[in-house]
T-cell receptor, first 114, second 113 residues
């Protein structure tokens, strides 16, 4: 167990639904990340939070909305998604965003948009 | 921004053979290059990393080499075993607040016995 926990593990939602993905880490890390893993673009960076501040939004559509209430928790709010958004969403954390800071991944949420 | 290219996308070897995966990066300011292994249905996990002040690093059957001038780095696995079968990702990042690892597209390694 790496200490990064994601819930739910699987999620099926309609295009008009609103849902949220949750990530929690108890490693004392200050940086958290959302990555999207799909067959077409594996491990695509979405968002970066460093000390609860969003430092990077990698041109992600507004139907994905991140939230980082504290250094231990990260959410990804989803609304009006498209079928092409179906993918594995991986959360990761690291001590900080400095180079050389190992990223620890959660097991991911397998999202299917119908 | 950084762009990481990884080749090949798939690699099949016989048990005991060596496997080599190559990556190139675009941002000359990148100075940290980790490799992650993702087994089927599991999360990516760090297996080895290298920093820009080092040209080569080895850990048992795994080694990584870095050529900063050419902006490429490689993963070498010797004496491959079936349990080495997985998807391997290279990544690059630079020492700047607020940045993150940028990954290559992955290489699916299959080791047959």
């Amino acid at each position: 167990e790496t200490g990064v926990t994601q819930t739910p593990r699987h999620l099926v939602m309609g295009m008009t639904n609103k849902k949220s993905l949750k990530c929690e880490q108890h490693l004392g890390h200050n940086a958290m990340y959302w990555y999207k893993q799909s067959a077409k673009k594996p491990l695509e960076l979405m968002f970066v939070y460093n000390f609860k501040e969003q430092t990077e939004n990698n041109s992600v559509p507004s139907r994905f909305s991140p939230e980082c209430p504290n250094s231990s928790h990260l959410f990804l709010h989803l609304h009006t998604l498209q079928p092409e958004d179906s993918a594995l969403y991986l959360c990761a954390s690291s001590q900080d965003t400095r180079a050389g800071s190992e990223a620890f991944f959660g097991q991911g949420t397998r999202l299917t948009v119908v | 921004g950084e762009n990481v290219e990884q080749h090949p996308s798939t690699l099949s070897v016989q048990e005991g053979d060596s496997a080599v995966i190559k990556c190139t990066y675009s941002d000359s300011a990148s100075n940290y290059f980790p490799w992650y292994k993702q087994e089927l249905g599991k999360r990516p996990q760090l297996i080895i990393d290298i920093r820009s002040n080092v040209g080569e690093k080895k850990d048992q059957r795994i080694a990584v080499t870095l050529n900063k001038t050419a902006k490429h780095f490689s993963l070498h696995i010797t004496e491959t075993q079936p349990e080495d079968s997985a998807v391997y990702f290279c990544a690059a990042s630079r020492d700047q607040a607020g940045t993150a690892l940028i990954f290559g597209k992955g290489t699916t390694l299959s080791v047959s016995s």
